[in-house]
């Protein structure tokens, strides 16, 4: 049967009105950013975060919109976290694991016995007390965190570059031997059995003597018990240290021992398509071994990269996807908008902004309206994200485009094809109606991406 539209319209008015509305198909939605696809191939896609950036909107709402893990870039380390002996630190690293939980981000522990980071007071102990500092620290560290944390880099970069496939010097192996990495993941294992325990370390990415030597110590901890779950591939690369050519082959021998693995602190440097195919090429590897469970890119933004100058992210400095970031969407097998990257954006000044009003309210159910403002340039699209307080569903929604994250609570809403486009400082705006279903918040407005 089929109704003329303005009864369908009236029909559509009084479903919305009834306070039983629950629609909406957020499972059709495409998967069209970096954790919604990677979730659609049984990962996660996570990205390190600095507590300190958490505060700038576009930060923020870049990191919510397309990240579903995420790793403190320097919050939980030992300088941080216990800068003075049994005195615990925790408050930056506290805001980072609050902010991933209200986004349902996995956590990443990153990390409790490193050479580097290091306070001086640990270094300076003598080998009976450094051994009992360094439980202490996992166990305090992970005891706070306990429940929290998926996965622990319980000890980071232990190993030498080069090819002697010894031990590095630091306070830990130098007095305590190298059975220091035994005892630290015995004793993370007590504290929280729940958590995965990893070895995290750099120039591992490929067969060498530095990655046979973290091969032959985890082959030597599975076949005595020695608990560990996983090993991360850090995965700095740049033209002196380039995407190896065995780079999917090592993580499948390390898969093959038995343990996950995972790509963990990410960055490529370079531009354009070289680095687009870079990022594609690890993504790929990673798809490629079953038991490589996810990656995290080293940062959110070119902007506060850690390698700044060298432009290793996936998003540029004034948040635009870089083709790095459609390259590694498209091998996630997701569908980014088509010609992304900066091509719409060449100067880098595109920019929005957005408000929300709240135009009507009823019993079980209200109205929204969020306008977008062009800046001082003209645009060519733009992408707003609102976060929903759970069980609210959007039921309709009008002038805009919705795509949903996988938990179904951040709505990222793309410009419909004839309002993507507006002049320097012109405004448009789109609607959606939300069932309350028992909750009446108010959506948390994301910042607005133009290009
Ligand atoms: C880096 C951070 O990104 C910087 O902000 C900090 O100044 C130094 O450490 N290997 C690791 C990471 O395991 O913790 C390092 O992070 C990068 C190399």
Redesign the pocket.
Known sequence: MTMPRRAAQAFTAVLLAASTVTALSHTAAAADTLGSAAAGKGRYFGT?V?ANHLGESAYASTLDREFNQVTP??EM?WDATEGSRNTFTFGNADQIVSHAQSQNMKVRG??LV?H??LPSWVSGLGATDLRSAMNNHITQVMQHYKGKIYAW?VV??AYQDGSSGALRSSPFADKLGSGFIEEAFRTARSVDPNAKLCY?D?NTDGVNAKSNAVYAMVKDFKSRGVPIDCVGF?S?FNSASPVPSDYQANLQRFADLGVDVQIT?LDIEGSGTAQANNYSNVVKACLAVTRCTGLTV??VTDKYS?RSSGTPLLFDSNYGKKPAYDAALAALGGTGTPGGGDGGNPGGNATCTVSFARTSDWNDGYNGEVTVKAGSAPINGWTVTLTFATPQKVASLWNGTPSWDSSGTVMTVRAASYNSSLAAGASTSFGFTAAKNGNNSTPTLGACTAS
């Open positions: 390190a600095a870039e320097n380390k990153h990390t490193w580097s980071q880099d980071n970069e995290n750099y850090q700095h602190e080293w940062g850690w």
